[in-house]
Every structure is written in C-alpha cells, then in structure tokens.
C-alpha cells in the first residue's frame, strides 16, 4: 500500500468497464492511477459512506504503526505484503528501510495494473531488497514459492494481510489461506491483518449499502466479518496487544483516533 509519491502517467490507457479494488483504493488515498470508472464508483461510494476515506487513512497509518512496531521493536527484517496495491505512499518497504535498511520485502498482488508500476516498488535501500510477484493470495504456494527468491522462509517473516483477506468470499476458505501460510513461516514470524465488519458497536452497520453498491458495481466482491470471525484467523497465534481492535485504535500514537468499521491485529506465531 503506496509509494512515497504518485508515479508519473504513461500513455492515454482504454478505459474498462468493471473496477478494481486497487485503483479504487488509490483514488481513495489521493493517488492518480485510476481508470474514469474507478473514480466514478469511489465517489459514488464515498457519498453513501462518507467515513470510507477516513477507513483507508486509518488503515494506511495502521501500517505504519505496524511495521514500525515489527521492525522497530521486533526486529523483524523481512515482510511478504499480500495484496500490496499500486504506489502511493508509505509502503511497507519503505518504512521498514527507514527503520532497518537491510530489510527484505515482497509485495504481491493481482491487479492487472500493478505490475506497471511494479518498478516504483522495487526502489529499496541498497542494503536490503524489495520485489514483486504477481499471483493471487488464495494460491499461497505459488505466493511462497516466489517469494522465496528473496525471503529466507528459515528466518521469521510477517506476512502483511491489510484490505485482502474480505475479498476471499467465503470465511473457511479465508481462514484456510492464512492457515496455509502461517503454517509455512517460522516460529516468531508474525500475522499483520485488518478487515472490514459489519458489527454495529463500531459502526459497521452503515458500511452495508455501501457494499451492496461496490457489490454490483466492481471487482472483487466484499465479504465484511464480525470481530469474531477476526479473531479466528489468530488461531494458533498470540495476539499482540491489544488484540483485535478497529485499526485506527492499535496502538495510536496520540490522543484518541476515530473507531473506523475496520478491525486491525498483530499476531506472532509461538
């Protein structure tokens, strides 16, 4: 999730008729490389609900936090990013190499159009290393099998989950695909996730025609969870504290950050 700046446009593109999370989620967070249909239901949804921007802030300064805490506090030096999105700013990469230069970092994802830009994601630090593969999370052999040309999968990894696992449509099979991975990292690797909800206690109710619209409209299809259904994907893990909480509440760094309908967790693997 985003680079340091918008990269430049490059020729006129045909437009397409369906959009896309990635390019919506740009257009969300400020960035420029969205197609007139993905704006077009972006705003569309931002007028039904008017906190999806303040959702997508919160989840970006989640990663930040996140990544400063592993990194920082961790010593975590290599990340594996699913569903890493297209270039705006703050990627994990970048904050990770801020902190721990020789960081490694893998970012995934499935949008046609990130692989354009997949060089701006490959500007690491010279010490460390960032790549991209291109393959779908639901596919965690072959996310881990290229993965590997620049993770040691001998040495602890957090595995980034943010915005990806609600568009796994079905919850056992969403909890079988983290499971997979997990199974494949060593002890003392860790689970970054955060998630849409329903649940009404934090405001998860008003995101419903909102999905509904982004349902019939766009690509992939949302499925949103309850905060149980978060917590199950932390099965088998310690929850960092304080647990599963909505993002914007993780660990805020100062005074009292909004509650967003979006839960946000770290994990380790004992």
């Known amino acids: 999730m985003g680079e340091s700046h918008t990269p430049p446009r ?20 400020g960035g420029e490389d969205t197609y007139e249909v993905d704006r077009r239901v972006g705003d569309r949804i931002a ?16 990663l930040v936090r996140a990544v400063t805490y592993l990194a920082g506090e961790r010593g975590v030096r290599q990340f594996l990013v ?19 230069p020789g960081s490694r970092v893998v970012h995934v994802d499935n949008d046609p159009v990130v692989p354009t830009h997949a060089r701006s994601l490959l500007a690491g630090t010279g010490e460390g290393a960032a790549d991209y593969v291109e393959a779908d999370v639901r ?30 449509p079905g919850t056992g099979q969403a909890r079988g695909t983290v ?35 982004w ?3 766009a690509t992939p299809p949302i499925t949103a969870r309850s905060a149980g259904d978060v917590a199950a994907f932390l099965e088998g893990l310690h929850p960092v504290e304080p647990g599963p909480v909505p993002c914007s509440r993780w ?15 770290v994990a380790v693997k004992p």
Request: charged letters at 20%; hydrophobic letters at 45%.
């Open 179 to 213: 499971r997979r991975i997990m199974e494949r990292v060593p002890s003392g690797s860790f689970l970054v996730l955060t998630h849409p909800t329903h649940d009404a206690e934090v405001g998860g109710a008003s995101q419903i025609p909102a999905r509904e619209f």
């Open 215 to 217: 349902n019939e409209n």
């Open 251 to 265: 660990r805020p760094r100062a005074g009292s950050a909004p509650v967003v309908p979006q839960y946000g967790a």
């Open 10 to 29: 490059g020729p006129a593109r045909p437009d397409t008729p369906v959009a896309h999370n990635a390019r919506v989620w740009n257009h969300w967070v």
């Open 82 to 100: 699913l569903g890493a999105g297209l270039p705006t700013a703050d990627n994990t990469h970048e904050v990770a190499q801020r902190i721990a």
């Open 47 to 62: 007028s039904i609900l008017p906190v999806v921007r303040d959702i997508a802030r919160a989840d970006r300064e989640f």
């Open 139 to 168: 596919d965690p052999d072959v996310v881990l099998g290229q993965a590997a040309r620049t993770l040691d999968f001998d040495r602890p990894v957090a595995v980034m989950m943010l915005g990806v696992l609600h568009f796994v």
